[in-house]
């Protein structure tokens, strides 16, 4: 998969969902102590990431997205053996009540 420099909700959820069916972890990060409702969050500890699979997902929120997308470089510095990735919008776009529908199968 060709990472970009930032996901959508959507698309953080509907690759999410790709990427750990695939067994790559994604994580959603937050890096100003303010979890997200209904999402599961990760607070931002350098420390505690390096211990995560190589390969895995980190996106990065903060308020409007536009601080985690400043610091995307630094962040992708700091964790060479992982993707990052910031969350368009931040924390103040996030729709909480938002989810992926199955697809009818044929």
């Given amino acids: 998969m060709n990472y970009p420099q930032e996901w959508t909700q959507k698309e953080f959820l509907q690759n999410k969902k790709m990427l750990e069916e695939e067994g790559i972890k994604v ?3 937050d890096t100003i102590l303010s979890p997200i409702e209904k999402a599961q969050t990760q607070t931002y500890n350098p420390y505690e990431l390096q211990k995560e699979p190589e390969g895995s997902v980190f996106v990065f929120y903060c308020d ?3 601080a985690t997308l400043d610091r995307l470089k630094e962040y992708k510095e700091k964790f060479p053996k992982h993707h990052c990735i910031s969350l368009k ?6 729709r909480k009540n938002m989810m992926l529908l199955e697809e009818p199968q044929e």
């Fill in 27 to 29: 994580i959603l990060v």
């Fill in 64 to 66: 409007s997205g536009k």
């Fill in 89 to 94: 919008g931040g924390r103040g776009y996030w």
